[in-house]
Nanobody
Framework: QVQLIEAGGGLVQAGGSLRLSCAASGLPFSGYVMGWFRQAPGKEREFVAAITWSGGRTDYADSVKDRFTISRDNAENSVYLQMNSLKPEDTAVYYC???????????????WGQGTQVTVSS
């Protein structure tokens, strides 16, 4: 079955950086658009970033543009989220997602990971 396993979350001070990773299995990874979402306590899950199968196109939420970078390694079946200049409002559980459709389709993905906690202290 499809598995998306996130790693790399943790506690960091405001202004710091973290790199999340997501290892995929059970699907033809290079044919899937990959995305990252997050959910803060008491809030709905929200889109963070997405990347096409080739890595040639990316999409970001306005709140993370110029601070976060999504990338992928199809040889490793992995997608990454480099998060710089972190703010307390970035605190959330971060989820990896996959969809066989286009970059817009990943906003309602077919598959989800279990999530990894990111906490940014002020």
């Amino acid at each position: 079955q499809v598995q998306l396993i996130e790693a790399g979350g943790g506690l960091v001070q405001a202004g710091g950086s973290l790199r999340l990773s997501c290892a995929a299995s059970g699907l033809p990874f290079s044919g899937y658009v990959m995305g990252w979402f997050r959910q803060a306590p008491g809030k709905e899950r929200e889109f963070v970033a997405a990347i096409t199968w080739s890595g040639g196109r990316t999409d970001y939420a306005d709140s993370v543009k110029d601070r976060f970078t999504i990338s992928r390694d199809n040889a490793e079946n992995s997608v990454y989220l480099q998060m710089n200049s972190l703010k307390p409002e970035d605190t959330a559980v971060y989820y990896c997602a996959a969809d066989p459709g286009g970059i817009a389709a990943v906003r309602r993905p077919a598959y989800w990971g279990q999530g990894t906690q990111v906490t940014v202290s002020s």
